[in-house]
């Protein structure tokens, strides 16, 4: 027997379509657990939270727009998104566009992987989860991605300012 408590999901599935809801929620709740483990390690290991750093900060930040764009757009990490979406083309700067494929849990995997804006959320929190428990290496590896970050910003630049002088040797 149907009561109002379990016909409801039923509803909201039909109003969002063909959305994989139930992906979001196994995306959330996989992103919820990580982080509970985290917190929980850090707490039986008797670990303190470091004093938030504006240097931090903006490391971490550079690293995962860095590390989020070479993930998601990145033509030579296809492979890691192949099998959940469509090469559509190329997007310029050795960057493409991709078209989620899969259905389901796997629909909202793919839009994940290929999305560094929905990407982002995951690297900056591992990052601050390393910043926690290996300050010293994830100092290391934020910089490195910090600085393809910066590289790639100026390598555009530089693209565009031989553009606009009409220069394209």
Sequence with gaps: MRTR??????RITRRYGDRPLSGYLGAMGTYAAAVSIAAASARARGDRLPETRASDVA???????????????DAVTSPLRAPFTR??????????????????????????VSCPFCLSVWIASAFGAGL????????????????????????L????AKRASGNTG
């Design 5 to 10: 408590l379990t016909a409801r999901p039923g």
């Design 87 to 112: 090469f559509e083309e190329p997007a310029g700067a050795a960057e493409v566009n991709e078209e989620v494929t899969a259905h389901g849990a796997g629909h909202a995997v793919g839009e994940l």
């Design 132 to 155: 926690v428990f290996a300050p010293r290496a994830t100092r290391l590896v934020a910089g490195v991605f910090t600085a393809v970050a910066g590289s790639n910003v100026l390598q």
């Design 59 to 73: 490391l971490v930040t550079g690293a995962t727009f860095g590390l989020s764009r070479l993930l998601a757009k």
């Design 157 to 160: 630049g530089y693209d565009a």
